[in-house]
Each structure stands twice: as structure tokens, then as C-alpha cells.
């Protein structure tokens, strides 16, 4: 087996493996095998092909991760609790002026307290302010 197919086979085999085997290391790793492998079309040499490995690997991983992360970045995902911030849900238990309520949203009860001076009847709609430890701060709607 002469170089050149030895690279592609292999970093077409780590690509494969990339679907099963997530983590972003063998994905890098096998295009940079598949670049060494176009190189070893023109070369037989083992020290120019390894060399050429050793920098596309680099190359490749910090480019394309950093490209990649971009779009994963934590500024763009809200969860658990950041993500119910402006949601709506309906009051359970009334929320009075300056004590604590019931809220419902996704199935959980939570407590609630009014951003303003009024009370909220149950049954209303109301929306998500802002979260206080294991509170929910309302607004009317």
C-alpha cells in the first residue's frame, strides 16, 4: 500500500468515526490525513508527508474549531432557568400586593412575586421578568 492511499484510507476512516464517536477530534484529523494523502500523490517521501500531517493537523483543528465554536458560543443559548425570562404563563394561586403567588410554566409551579403594586388574579396570563433565586418576578400582560 503506497502512502497516499495509507493516509486516505485512514482519515476517511476517522470521518466515518466522527458520526459515532462525537468530539470534535477525529473529524480534524481525518481531513487532515485526507490533505496529506492529496500531497502523497506527489511525493513518496515519509518525512515530507509526516511533516505535512504535523501542520495540516494543527491548521485544521484550530481553524475549523475555531470557526466551529463560533456558532456555539454561550452569548447565543439560553437554558434552564435564563431561557423562561419573558416567557408567559398563567397565575395558580393569586400574586397580592408585596406576598408571593403561583405561577405555572412548563408543568412546575413556581413562586411568584408582582413587579408592580396590583393584584394578580389566578387565571391570568402573565409574563416572565426576571428570576430572583427560586422566584419569578411577574408582569401583567
Do not use: H
Not at 452569548?75 to 405561577?103: D, H, W
Not at 412548563?106 to 428570576?131: C, F, H, L, M, N
Amino acid at each position: 500500500m503506497v502512502p497516499y492511499q495509507l493516509f486516505g484510507l485512514l482519515g476517511l476512516t476517522l470521518i466515518i468515526l466522527e458520526v459515532f464517536i462525537p468530539g470534535f477530534v477525529l473529524l480534524p484529523t481525518g481531513v487532515a490525513l485526507l490533505l496529506t494523502a492529496a500531497v502523497g500523490l506527489l511525493t513518496d517521501s515519509w518525512y515530507v508527508l509526516l511533516s505535512f500531517l504535523a501542520a495540516m493537523e494543527v491548521l485544521v483543528f484550530v481553524f475549523v474549531r475555531k470557526s466551529l465554536m463560533k456558532g456555539f458560543s454561550s452569548k447565543n443559548f439560553l437554558t434552564n432557568v435564563e431561557s423562561m425570562v419573558g416567557q408567559e404563563c398563567e397565575v395558580i394561586e393569586a400574586i397580592r400586593p408585596n406576598q408571593s403567588g403561583y405561577v405555572k410554566l412548563y408543568g412546575d409551579q413556581w413562586v411568584a412575586r408582582s413587579t408592580s403594586e396590583e393584584e394578580i388574579p389566578a387565571g391570568q396570563r402573565v409574563k416572565i421578568s426576571r428570576i430572583d433565586g427560586n422566584k419569578v418576578w411577574v408582569s401583567q400582560l
